[in-house]
């Protein structure tokens, strides 16, 4: 079996005016998230992995040039939840999650990877934040108008 590398990325999709985009997840009806995925070996670069998961999960191509992933150089590290344990190593119970964020135009195509996400819904970030199932998540949501100030 090949286990999951306990490292990951999220992408908080927004607009200008901090509209975010967020995904419904296939197996946990109900349970809204930004674009997240682990790194698919250990010594993939971050970034190729937030381009990566950005474009497997919406479709959107960050592309360096019109649409540019933005490296917030902050992490989290937190608990992985019991139910999804089993795609880890016996024994990791933690992931270092690595936070980035893309600002996209309001009517750029989202085009799901039906096997992870059912539905997409654009929110204003306060209530994007609200409606997020992962506590980390909506952290990086509610310090997005703090990032992009940087």
Known sequence: MTYKI????LVVIHTADLEVL???RTANPGYWQSVTGSLDAIDEP???TATRELFEETGI???GE???LRDWGMSNVYEIYPVWRHRY????TQNTEHIFSVEVPRDIPILLSPREHTAHIWLPYLEAADKCFSPSNAEAILQLPRQLSR
Do not use: M, N, W
């Open 6 to 9: 306990p490292e990951s990325v």
């Open 22 to 24: 967020l995904i419904e």
């Open 46 to 48: 971050l970034l190729t």
């Open 61 to 63: 191509v960050a592309d």
């Open 66 to 68: 019109r649409i540019k």
């Open 89 to 92: 190593a016996p024994g990791v």
